[in-house]
């Protein structure tokens, strides 16, 4: 169930102890940025979380949700894997999509201490690229740069030897 506040929607969902599930918005490039930006971009879901019993209970915040609505990435991390959903935040519920968007996703790892992918940022600083770590479910901030030579903000990932981590991208096809 979604629940409307001032700034925008709120919803929760119930994770047994071993599970921790983030979950992303999907952006669309607005039109005035598209042109030299990537088409679609990931923004995290601030969430608050509460244990009750055996499970924890989260509750999701979209602020400022597009009366069209907003395509959902929902990914739940266990010890041994990861599974990827999509879903629709319609006007008040949440739909759990049949048909997959198109998701470039793998997994990272290295022997040495890395850089990852560098990655073009839309003005607005969005990004279409998303790192994580699966044993706490946290993103990997990226280092950003500004290049000189296309004009535009960039940015890297630092990974750390002997470490997995999870990399998803929306792609525009």
Same mark, same amino acid.
Request: hydrophobic share 30%; charged share 35%.
């Given at each position: 169930? *979604?629940?409307? =506040?001032?700034?925008?929607?709120?919803?929760?969902?119930?994770?047994?102890?071993?599970?921790?599930?983030?979950?992303?918005?999907?952006?669309?490039?607005?039109?005035?940025?598209?042109?030299?930006?990537?088409?679609?971009?990931?923004?995290?879901?601030?969430?608050?979380?509460?244990?009750?019993?055996?499970?924890?209970?989260?509750?999701?915040?979209?602020?400022?949700?597009?009366?069209?609505?907003?395509?959902?990435?929902?990914?739940?991390?266990?010890?041994?894997?990861?599974? *990827?959903?999509?879903?629709?935040?319609? @006007?008040?519920?949440?739909?759990?999509?049949?048909?997959?968007? &198109?998701?470039?996703?793998?997994?990272?790892?290295?022997?040495?201490?890395?850089?990852? /992918?560098?990655?073009?940022?839309?003005? =607005?600083?969005?990004?279409?690229?998303?790192?994580?770590?699966?044993?706490?479910?946290?993103?990997?901030?990226?280092?950003? @740069?500004?290049?000189?030579?296309?004009?535009?903000?960039?940015? /890297?990932?630092?990974?750390? &030897?002997?470490?997995?981590?999870?990399?998803?991208?929306?792609?525009?096809?």
């Amino acid at each position: 169930m *979604v629940e409307d =506040n001032l700034q925008g929607k709120y919803f929760s969902i119930t994770d047994p102890i071993n599970i921790n599930t983030v979950i992303y918005k999907v952006n669309k490039t607005e039109k005035e940025f598209a042109k030299n930006s990537p088409k679609y971009t990931v923004e995290r879901l601030e969430y608050s979380e509460e244990l009750i019993g055996e499970k924890k209970k989260k509750t999701f915040f979209i602020e400022n949700p597009s009366p069209e609505g907003n395509p959902l990435i929902i990914l739940s991390f266990s010890k041994e894997k990861v599974i *990827v959903n999509m879903g629709f935040l319609d @006007y008040d519920v949440i739909r759990i999509s049949k048909k997959p968007m &198109p998701m470039k996703f793998k997994t990272l790892y290295n022997e040495e201490e890395t850089d990852y /992918k560098d990655f073009a940022y839309t003005p =607005n600083m969005q990004r279409p690229i998303s790192i994580i770590d699966p044993e706490t479910g946290e993103e990997i901030k990226p280092i950003l @740069y500004f290049d000189e030579e296309t004009n535009e903000v960039r940015g /890297k990932c630092k990974l750390k &030897p002997y470490k997995r981590y999870f990399a998803f991208e929306i792609k525009s096809d």
